[in-house]
């Protein structure tokens, strides 16, 4: 959930960034200690007054200009962004967060982005020894504004640099280095205060791509009756209306390279895979070009490459006798070959965010069924699932080593990310089995291991394989890797994201 004007001082957006250049900076020397810095910074930022408040913000960037409009009140809050013909919402009813995407879905969000944040960790641990904290004052700057420098270093590979206004204690700027090396800044500017609050009304974000700077600007910021604040979740809206049937089974092809699904747009048949590690509909690019539909909000992202990706609306996506009209779809440069299939697409997120999705391995079928509440009869298993990224996040253990992933049936192979496998000290490095390859189109090589048992659940497992990409083109702050159908392909699955529950029956005896 994107974060409140107060939430935005408080984390400062902590969990996403990446830092300039370090290297060369100097810093004066300072007696300041972190927890000294941390109470001016909260004394400097001060508290919003009780009571309800309108927040009007608009976010330029090179793919458009975002609205965005924002209510809050006691523990309340619901914005609504708008670009173009695209519009999402975030909202919180005390305890429940919930998102609706731009096709209407909604989702219940269990807040992990936050609550596992390893920079969040360190600024609350309290290490026994200065020499133990993650936490420490490098300095303060010699530029203008001066500003005291905090680092955090949760774990090798992670580092946090905060900039506080070394005359008001205001944070300037937060810049942090992910696994990957990837380096974003955010910067606040253009302080105000009002109703007690002191906050910046111009935040600018920049990453290595020039085309993802953003600048976001306060346009207004004004107290309420908090009879306006309307934060309950919204209806959810299924991405195909099943005509009041209890179950619809959908036409898909079970081979060694996934499940493929046919789909048809503007009257054309096309290929999709379906993969619940997508937390979109996904079409190929160069397809969108050739149905001639307009993509928009175009930006880069990095995961096993650098690609670029945007957003499309189609008017009716059928799919079998099922059919969706003015569709969301994200487009990126993706086709594969699965045999002599060409595969232009992914049906994730969408297609599993609204009802129940059942994969039955062993008979090789593809169901969809209306949400419910009841749990299916044994000899199902139930596996609580986060879909805060529409994707089913769920822990899982090799060696008892736990671990949050993504349960993806669009991977080949389990993939256990380098920060993760870090934790364990194999006897000998794994075979070189070959490359894998992400969107970015990148190859990276990778070593295959076994590990002797493997939990899911109440399910335990022996000799469960994985493989780990040497390199950091395939990490990620927020998931420790992805379960494959090498493994998936031992179970018949039921995804329940209303219910945030996912249902397996073990395949092996």
Not at 131 to 140: C, E, F, H, Q, T
Not at 182 to 208: E, K, M, N, P, V
Not at 304 to 329: K, M, P, S, W
Request: glycine share 8%; with cysteine; aromatic share 10%.
């Amino acid at each position: 959930m994107r974060p409140s004007v107060t939430g935005l001082l408080i984390f400062a957006l902590a969990a996403a960034l990446p830092p300039a250049a370090h290297a060369a900076e100097t810093y004066a020397p300072t007696n300041l200690t972190a927890e000294a810095v941390f109470a001016k910074a909260v004394a400097a930022r001060g508290r919003l007054k009780h009571g309800a408040y309108h927040r009007v913000e608009e976010t330029t960037r090179s793919g458009g200009t975002v609205h965005i409009d924002a209510y809050e009140g006691a523990d309340q809050y619901v914005e609504t962004q708008r670009e173009g013909p695209f519009t999402i919402a975030y909202g919180a009813d005390g305890d429940t967060e919930w998102e609706q995407d731009e096709n209407g879905a909604v989702t219940f969000v269990s807040g992990f982005h936050v609550s596992d944040d390893p920079f969040n960790a360190a600024l609350s641990a309290k290490p026994k020894t200065v020499a133990d904290s993650p936490v420490k004052v490098l300095g303060i700057t010699t530029g203008d504004p001066a500003c005291v420098v905090v680092e955090v270093t949760p774990e090798k590979g992670l580092v946090q640099h905060r900039y506080y206004d070394a005359k008001s204690f205001l944070l300037r700027r937060i810049d942090t280095t992910d696994y990957a090396g990837q380096t974003t800044t955010y910067t606040y500017d253009d302080f105000r205060t009002a109703y007690g609050l002191t906050y910046a009304q111009s935040i600018s974000f920049s990453d290595s791509h020039p085309e993802n700077t953003a600048r976001t600007r306060v346009l207004a910021f004004e107290r309420v009756s908090p009879s306006l604040v309307h934060a309950a979740p919204p209806a959810n809206k299924p991405l195909f209306d099943l005509g009041g049937r209890t179950s619809v089974r959908i036409p898909a092809e079970f081979t060694e390279h996934g499940i493929i699904v046919r789909l048809t747009i503007a009257g054309r048949g096309l290929d999709f895979e379906l993969d619940s590690g997508a937390s979109t509909l996904v079409l190929d690019a160069a397809v969108a070009r050739q149905l001639g539909l307009t993509v928009s909000d175009v930006h880069r992202s990095d995961f096993g490459g650098d690609f670029t990706h945007g957003r499309t609306q189609v008017a009716d996506l059928g799919l079998g006798d099922l059919h969706a009209r003015n569709v969301t779809i994200e487009s990126i440069p993706f086709d594969e070959n699965v045999g002599d299939r060409k595969v232009v697409g992914l049906l994730g997120g969408d297609f599993f965010a609204t009802q129940r999705v059942a994969v039955n391995f062993k008979d090789q079928t593809l169901t969809v069924m209306p949400p419910a509440k009841e749990a299916p009869a044994s000899p199902w298993v139930s596996v609580p699932i986060q879909v805060d990224d529409r994707v089913p996040r769920a822990h899982a253990k090799f060696n008892a080593v736990d671990g949050a992933f993504i349960v993806d049936l669009g991977a080949d192979e389990t993939m256990l990310y380098p920060h993760f496998f870090r934790q364990f000290h194999p006897n000998r490095a794994g075979d070189v089995m070959g490359q894998v390859v992400g969107i970015g189109r990148e190859a990276v090589d990778f070593h295959r291991y076994t590990f002797s048992r493997f939990d899911l659940g109440d399910l335990a497992f022996a000799d469960a394989s994985a493989i780990v990409a040497q390199g950091a083109k395939f990490e990620d702050l927020d998931y420790d890797g992805l379960l494959g159908r090498n493994i998936l392909s031992d179970f018949n699955l039921i995804f329940d994201y209303p219910n945030q529950k996912l249902y397996v029956e073990s395949l092996v005896q």
